[in-house]
Nanobody
Framework: QVQLVESGGGLVQPGGSLRLSCAASGSIFSFNVMGWYRQAPGKERELVATTTSGGLTNYADSVKGRFTISRVNAKNTMSLQMNSLKPDDTAVYYC?????????WGQGTQVTVSS
C-alpha cells in the first residue's frame, strides 16, 4: 500500500500563488507516475498535471504557463507551484500516484481563489 498526504491548500486572492505538496510513503516502487487532479463542486475530477519518475511532465491546457509540477524522487515528494490563480482554479486538489498497475489517491486539499 502507498499512502499520500497533501498539504498547502488554502484561500488566495485572484492573481496570487500557492504551493501544494504531496508526500508518499509505504510500499514505494521507483518507476511510477505522480500527478495532481482537481474536482470543483458539481464537476468531474480532472487532470491538472503529471510527472514521471523519469522527469517527463504533462499539463492540462487550462494551467499551462501558470502551474509547475516538480518532484524529488529520493524523498518521494511532489509539489505543484500555482501562480496567477483564477477563481476557476477553485477545487479540491488530489495527489495521485500510479505504480505496479495500481493507483493511489490522497485525501485532497481545498484551494479557494476568491477576493
Amino acid at each position: 500500500q502507498v499512502q499520500l498526504v497533501e498539504s498547502g491548500g488554502g484561500l488566495v486572492q485572484p492573481g496570487g500563488s500557492l504551493r501544494l505538496s504531496c508526500a508518499a510513503s509505504g510500499s514505494i516502487f521507483s518507476f511510477n507516475v505522480m500527478g495532481w487532479y482537481r474536482q470543483a463542486p458539481g464537476k468531474e475530477r480532472e487532470l491538472v498535471a503529471t510527472t514521471t519518475s523519469g522527469g517527463l511532465t504533462n499539463y492540462a491546457d487550462s494551467v499551462k504557463g501558470r502551474f509547475t509540477i516538480s518532484r524529488v524522487n529520493a524523498k518521494n515528494t511532489m509539489s505543484l507551484q500555482m501562480n496567477s490563480l483564477k477563481p476557476d482554479d477553485t477545487a479540491v486538489y488530489y495527489c495521485y500516484r500510479h505504480e505496479l498497475g495500481r493507483g493511489y489517491w490522497g485525501q485532497g486539499t481545498q484551494v479557494t481563489v476568491s477576493s
